[in-house]
């Protein structure tokens, strides 16, 4: 049988120590099969319908933090092994079961119909069974994390928390008088950022490691997720879809904002020709090809594109900052490489 496909390996990531990839790929297995089993019902439709985003493939990105994570406990004792191993595994899948979750909720506020090139739930049946579905999910991560300690439940919790006003800040959109990369940035961080920060702490914190290392661990996941998603913005840009999983133009054409988008409306000059054009396309339907085409051309060769790739640059920066108080081992290096990864994606 083929090894499990890593989480990055579709983005170009790869392990430079195989002793390191091996943990890796055998604790991925063991998540795969603890995502399936804990999302098992009785009913053989909640199985079909809760499991529907989430065999449908995924990189798997926060259950791979939370196992490199986890690199940084120190060696438990031979009769511990299995025990750390197990919680290390259990925080994976809450973190991943929290996810598919928002996927699930997330498809309907945007009224998807593809995710991953298969029928979202609320297109092969309706908003209410993903909606449903979504909230079982939660239900069974909630469920989970409660094996892991009051701690765990508090951290999932806030989590959740962060997450959800994203969502509702995200929908209510910018108010009067608010800046709206400022507002953008801000819900980039609660909706994406504040789960991969989780998904690292849940692996130091599992495996035993030090305070310190639990919170240098925390910060570089919320940077360095953040930055994955605004690395995101930019492919859909730049037009890559075997990286991005997303036709080029997608996020122009569905109107939804993003990095470039907003640094270019805040400095555009109405009186500049090519400004004032692609401000007359940003705010056209870009259903048609054409002019979704020449949008892309422009916002490409404009220096706002190229200070969004500058952001990300940065970000991932600051992300390899936060790493110089990790102990120096192959799964620095691991997370070093994701720092570079982000970079070489994007631009």
């Known amino acids: 049988m083929s090894p499990t496909p890593l989480p990055a390996e579709s983005l170009g990531f ?15 297995e063991s998540v795969e099969q ?23 493939g995924g990189k798997r990105f926060r259950p791979l933090l939370v196992l490199i994570a986890a690199e940084f406990g120190p060696a438990p004792a031979a009769d511990e092994v299995e025990l750390v191993r197990d919680d290390v595994v259990k925080a994976a899948v809450v973190v991943e079961l929290t996810h598919v979750a928002t996927l699930h909720h997330d498809d309907v506020m945007d009224e998807a119909a593809l995710r991953r090139g298969s029928a ?15 909230d079982w999910l939660f239900a069974r991560a909630s469920d989970l994390v409660a094996d892991l300690g009051p701690d765990a439940v508090r951290i999932q919790a806030r989590t959740f928390s962060r997450l959800v006003e994203g969502q509702i800040r995200e929908t ?54 953040v930055a994955f998603q605004l690395a995101d ?11 991005s999983g997303k036709t080029p133009g997608t996020d122009l054409r569905e109107g939804v904002p993003t990095l470039p988008v907003l640094i270019f409306r805040a400095q555009a000059d109405p009186s500049n020709p090519d400004d004032a054009r692609l401000l007359e396309l940003l705010d056209s339907d ?41 102990p120096d081992c192959s799964a620095r290096q691991a997370l070093d490489s994701l720092c570079d990864l982000v970079v070489t994606r994007s631009v």
């Open 286 to 326: 870009l259903s048609d090809d054409a002019r979704l085409a020449e949008t892309l051309d422009l916002l490409r060769a404009h220096p706002a594109f190229a200070q969004a790739e500058d952001d990300v640059r940065r970000r991932a920066a600051d992300a390899r900052k936060l790493l110089s108080s990790l």
């Open 34 to 56: 603890a995502l399936r089993d804990s999302t098992e019902s009785e009913a053989p439709f909640v199985t079909a319908a809760a499991q529907h985003v989430m065999v449908a």
């Open 233 to 243: 913005d930019i492919l859909d840009i730049a037009g890559d879809s075997g990286q």
């Open 14 to 28: 790869a392990f430079a120590d195989e002793a390191l990839e091996a943990r890796v790929r055998a604790g991925l």
């Open 120 to 134: 979202t739930a609320n297109a092969r049946w309706d908003n209410s069974v993903a909606i449903l579905s979504g």
């Open 172 to 225: 209510l959109g910018v108010t009067e008088g608010q800046d709206p990369l400022k507002h953008y940035l801000s819900v980039v961080a609660d909706k994406t950022g504040s789960l991969i920060a989780t998904s690292a702490l849940f692996g130091a914190r599992f495996a035993g490691a030090s305070e310190e290392i639990q919170e240098s661990l925390r910060a570089f996941g919320e940077e360095i997720g």
